[in-house]
């Protein structure tokens, strides 16, 4: 699942050349959803393809309906500092993964049975034994995903990060779902804000997006072949 950030009413950050991000992310996922398309083995989605307002959680709500593999959300970063530049890609922190273990817990929420669709076994430690392992998978995968992508894109722009950052973000808390958000640039930087209006800088961001996704699935194809 491609996320593209922001949309509609919603116009994420602006560039000192007023270049929005919701427009820039779309079209960049718009990219990578082509190149995607052309293999056989893969299915992709989005929860936007124009420009439109969709909440946090119906992104999420969007993927489990199409139970995906790995979900990715694309934006781009700011600072204050204008010269800040580079690629960055985030997955969820470990703090914020008990944050959302606690919620479930707490709430007695049916998430073995109504997301996963394993019956619960009524004996609290199995289940929560059950969801731990769930989300550790998913922390695990997201890690080895996002250096994938990581990879990828270091041999075609700057890194603000040289390794997986870990952050809290709403769309990366999905405890099933490998997930990651990635900062493409820095469109408060005016070369990068720049480079982001190009097409073919938005190709060859998409090409090494894409290129990081291709070489995780046949790093783990056995795993995916479902």
């Known amino acids: 699942m491609l996320d593209p950030g922001h949309g509609g009413e919603d116009p994420g950050a602006i560039g000192q050349k007023n270049t929005y991000e919701k427009n820039v992310v779309l079209q ?3 990219r990578i959803y082509n190149l995607i398309q052309k293999k056989p083995y893969m299915r992709v989605y989005m ?10 959680k119906d992104r999420i709500i ?3 309906r199409k139970k995906i593999d790995i979900f990715i959300s ?10 800040v530049k ?19 817990y707490s709430n007695n929420y049916h998430f073995i049975e109504n997301i996963i669709g394993i019956k619960k076994s009524n004996d609290e430690y199995i289940d929560h034994t059950i969801f731990d392992l769930i989300q550790n998978f998913s922390i695990n995968e997201s890690v080895k995903f996002g250096k994938q992508i990581l990879n990828s894109l270091e041999k075609i722009t700057d890194l603000h990060k040289k390794n997986i950052g ?5 769309v990366l808390k999905a405890p099933e779902i490998p997930s990651i958000l990635i900062e493409i640039a820095f469109i408060s930087n005016l070369q990068e804000e720049k480079n982001l209006n190009n097409s073919i800088y938005q190709q060859k961001v998409a090409k090494a997006i894409f290129e990081g996704i291709e070489k995780y699935y046949l790093l783990n ?4 072949n479902h």
């Open 74 to 83: 694309i934006h781009t970063d700011s600072a204050k500092k204008k010269f």
């Open 166 to 170: 870990q952050a809290g973000f709403a």
């Open 221 to 224: 194809k056995k795993k995916y």
């Open 86 to 104: 580079g690629a960055s890609v985030f997955s969820i922190s470990r703090k914020e993964a008990n944050i959302v273990a606690e919620k479930y």
């Open 28 to 30: 960049i996922a718009k």
């Open 47 to 56: 929860t936007r393809n124009k420009d439109v307002f969709v909440s946090l």
């Open 62 to 64: 969007k993927a489990r």
